[in-house]
């Protein structure tokens, strides 16, 4: 979304939100492990769950937040 390709390669990517204030892109991606959280391509969460959806940044862009379906 930034023009920049992502390096790793993820089994599906859902829903990718853009933040215009820092030009970061958040988005749900399934490894073989199940569901994280990705940061311009990278996972932010070193938990896994069956699901993630609803990936938000806070008001001031800073944080990052979803809503996960427990192991």
Same mark, same amino acid.
């Given at each position: 979304?930034?023009?920049?390709?992502?390096?790793?390669?993820?089994?599906?990517?859902?829903? !990718?939100?853009?933040?215009?204030?820092?030009?970061? #892109?958040?988005?749900?991606?399934?490894?073989?492990? %199940?569901?994280?959280? +990705?940061?311009?391509?990278? !996972?932010v969460w070193?938990?896994?769950?069956?699901? #993630?959806?609803?990936?938000?940044?806070?008001?001031? %862009?800073?944080?990052? +937040?979803?809503?996960v379906a !427990?192991?």
């Open positions: 979304m930034d023009g920049n390709l992502w390096t790793e390669t993820f089994l599906c990517v859902w829903e !990718p939100v853009f933040n215009m204030q820092s030009a970061e #892109v958040v988005a749900a991606v399934k490894t073989g492990k %199940g569901w994280t959280l +990705a940061l311009n391509g990278k !996972p070193d938990r896994y769950f069956p699901q #993630v959806w609803g990936q938000r940044y806070s008001p001031d %862009g800073k944080r990052i +937040a979803a809503v !427990p192991v």
